[in-house]
């Protein structure tokens, strides 16, 4: 004896519904925001792409900075050749003064090297270094912004706060580790 149509649809929409439910919950939320206690306004929180920069004040300082940066382009030119195995990890503060400063330089840096985004993971965190419902501890965080850089799932090295030179040769100095 088969089950009539209507059972049969219903059991679909059934599978359907459970597999919304579970994907939904499994999916990254980007760009949330809190309030920052200190200044009273808006900041990012969680993980979070560029486009979140322009819901909060951080866009201003952002567009400025990514406006009037000019990388050096020897360089990138080097960069080129070692960032296709190069995975990121940058966690940051849209509070933060060096962020506002050096995290637009960076992105200014990927968008001429052409960087595959989906090889970036960006952390907003509070004043406090955490985001809720990430564990920032393995990373080690102390000051923002901190870029990190992977190589075969091994961290190769950091730039913490402000570059020792420049963001682009802190990054070539640290790709160029062999390893």
């Not at 900041?43 to 560029?50: K, Q």
């Amino acid at each position: 004896m088969q089950p009539n149509f209507s059972m049969k649809i219903m059991k679909i929409f059934r599978i359907i519904l459970v597999t919304l439910i579970s994907t939904q919950s499994f999916a990254q939320v980007l760009n949330q925001k809190t309030m920052d206690e200190k200044k009273h306004r808006e900041i990012l929180i969680g993980y979070c792409n560029r486009e979140g920069f322009s819901s909060c004040s951080f866009d201003s300082a952002y567009q400025a900075n990514y406006g009037l940066y000019a990388p050096d382009t020897s360089a990138l030119r080097m960069l080129t050749r070692g960032m296709n195995d190069i995975v990121i990890k940058l966690v940051m503060g849209t509070w933060c003064g060096d962020s506002k400063e050096q995290v637009p330089h960076f992105y200014k840096i990927l968008d001429l090297l052409k960087f595959d985004y989906g090889k970036l993971s960006l952390i907003c965190v509070d004043r406090t270094k955490a985001a809720p419902g990430i564990d920032l501890a393995p990373l080690s965080i102390n000051l923002v912004p901190t870029f990190i850089f992977y190589r075969n799932d091994r961290e190769i090295g950091r730039i913490i706060e402000t570059p020792t030179i420049s963001l682009e040769k802190d990054m070539l100095r640290i790709i160029d580790k062999t390893e």
